[in-house]
């Protein structure tokens, strides 16, 4: 599909999408295809239910007196209604309504709203965003599906006057796109074909293009390092694991001394629970469980792609948790890079494992103003907070409202949940410094403060992604499949608090 910005002016064929505000007020747009029409819009909005409301639409499919194919009336809601997240989600619908039009071509009208939150070029670039993120498909092993089956749409022109304004704010918006997509790529590959090394190659590959340094540690250098927490969880499998450091200054030399930002991701390629095996039953979702490690590797190639400017440093821990002979077994004493020993009594609860070395790492090298990291770490998130909200951990005030704000203006929400010693106890053991569970309730607290272990005094979040990472149905910018939640809401946390 081509997205494109060009001057208004309606084409004589395909498909024609105009604006409708609130109580059925027509858009200039609008009111000239009712013109050329002999008042058919008016009439369809006398005769149906289409007001022109938030979420509404309506076909006039062939109508007389043009060689369109149809007219689709969207509704724009009050003009002080037209803002960034439901220009998107309008964007995100045009394009699952008309996806599969014959013609191929559709042309969306973008008015200038008086009183509209947003101004035109504005809207036409958060549209056209909108619908790139719906557009999104992992279709790649289908090889019978026909093609009339495959959406055909070609292009999407938007029209509005200061076409050259709306291009520009596109440009940058499709940079996170990308990131957004090579996420939605990682996650959903299976975990046959993508592993610790495949992971960590094609994040090498496509990062190393846009000019981020990336290194990669194999099994001998981490144990060199002392990484005895994330190499227990990978020695049932015949995948090597892998730790991969991706850093980028767009801040320029200049900056080069400054402390960077830091976000972390689990990368569990797949978790089977290792000898703690899971049920059959679903298992298959374990192939995400490198969705946090996704989202760092698309967020790097959203601030690359863009050239932010901001020095990060992303930093993923791949493993693959399997059973065999040689698989950690539950008591097992591990020690961590950081010198702390865990005693590991469920080889389920791995995220923690993994991340644990990651964390320490990130902070004795880089010295980072903050850590963020990201995981599908526990089921117990789900059972918290569903699908609407990720979970927030943090040790940082501050840094957890800068989260939560970013996460509330792109739609991706995020819920703060409490810390404290009287869950950090449930961590001891008489055997070891700690153990990696603890006891039935809060197991999604219990987990964080795990980490907080290994971050001492350092700023840091943690955000369990488990709930979120996947989605059974569609949404207005998120197909169903891989969500890449938090490759938006970290560009959009970086954007506001860190550039410049
Ligand atoms: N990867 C899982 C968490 C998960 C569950 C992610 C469902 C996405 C969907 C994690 O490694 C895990 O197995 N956690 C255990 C922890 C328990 C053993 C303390 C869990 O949540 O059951
Ligand atoms: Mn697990
Ligand atoms: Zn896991």
Redesign the pocket.
Known sequence: MKISFVKPGLPATGTVVVGVLAKGTLTKSAAALDRQTGGAIKRALKAGRFEGNKGQSLSLVAPAGTRLDRILLVGLGKPDEIAVAEMENLGGRIYAETQRDKSGAVAVAVDHVPGAGLSAPESAARLAYGARLRSYRFDKYRTKEKAADKPSLRTLAFQVEKFDVAKKSYATLDKIANGVFFTRDLVSEPANILYPAELAKRSADELKKLGVKVEILGEAQMKKLGMGSLLGVGQGSIRESKLVVMTYNGKGAAARREQPIAFLG?G?CF?T?GI?I?PAG?ME??K??M?GAGVVVGLMMALAGRKAKVNVVGIIGCVE?MPGGNAQRPGDIVTSMSGQTIEVI?T?????LVLADALWYCKERFNPKFMVNL????????VSLGAQYAGLFSNDDALSDKLTKAGQKIGEKLWRMPMGAEYDKELNTDGADMK???GRGG??I??AQFLQRFVEKTPWAHLDI??V??SKSDAPTVPKGGTAFGVRLLDQFVTDFYEG
């Open positions: 689990k569990v978790d629970g703690s899971k679903g979702d374990m995400w469980d969705g948790n469920n389920d609860a791995e995220g923690r995981a599908t770490l526990t089921g117990a998130i789900i990696n569970i603890g197991g999604s219990i987990a488990a709930g990472t996947w």
